[in-house]
């Protein structure tokens, strides 16, 4: 709720998080009347006010098709599923950025994933920033994740979060994520990952941070094509469906496209590859809300 009345503050040039003054809504100017209304349709969509760090700052390529690819193999889902590290064999890094979800630049967000091998084992290093100066969310994120003969694999997140508020101070908490994933077959792979198994609380108020399951399988139809599925449930709200295809061309350009319900997006994303590097974009859209954009870049060592 905190960072609902920020952003209200912010277009009424105002610092209501105090609660020390009267609305003047006559001195509104036009130019704000849109963030006024996105503030009262989060409002209206949010049931519960709880602490954010929602997981929502992924790179391009786990956006671009909904989140659905989450246990396809890909390091890029590390923050969601850890165990995705597992099969790597040398060293990887990638930075992403959205810079203004639903058309909202207030909740911009972006991050950096850095993750090599160690003997029998991977590591990896993660952190996030999510939001502007009036509300902050900073994650800092220590993954181990281990192979088990190629076909099982198994990790853990360490989760430090951290929240400032302009004028109300900070707080910190800490969270830990376990994932795992096994090769049923040739073709398909299924996995599940367990989020804040630990219940983490942040604040005075000891609001608990979202507590996420997630499970699901990706299928390779053929070299080049592959969908996805996966079903999140936070204990929240009701259970999100997520499935997604992706098709290479040439072997140098991926096309991403992903739907998921509750709450009801599409989204789609491209990738160019050349050599180590690559570099991907990806869009969603949502029915009240507007566009939200990502862009990233990785490099493979």
Known sequence: MVILLALLGEALNRNITTF??????????????????????????????????????????????????LFSGGIEPLLLNPSAAASLKSMYSSFFYS??????????????LFAF????FTAGAAVTSTGFSLYREVTATATVAKSFGGIVSAGCNLNYDHLAIARYGSAYTVGIDVAASIQVTDDIRWGFSLLNVNRPTIGLEKDELPQICLTGASCELLSTASVSFTMVKDTRFPVSVRTGARFSILEIVD??????????????????????VSVDYSVATHIELGLTHSIGISFGL
């Open 255 to 276: 096309i991403r496209f992903g739907a998921s319900s509750e709450p009801s997006r599409y989204f789609a994303g491209v990738g160019f590859h050349y050599a180590s």
């Open 20 to 69: 020390v003054f009267p609305f003047k809504l006559s001195k509104v100017r036009v130019v704000h009347c849109r963030r006024v209304w996105m503030c009262v349709l989060l409002t209206v969509y949010i049931q519960a006010a709880r602490a954010g760090f929602e997981r929502t700052a992924q790179p391009p390529s786990v956006f671009g098709d909904g989140g659905s690819a």
């Open 99 to 112: 810079p203004s979800p639903f058309d909202l630049p207030q909740l911009s967000n972006g991050g950096m």
């Open 117 to 120: 091998p160690v003997e029998s």
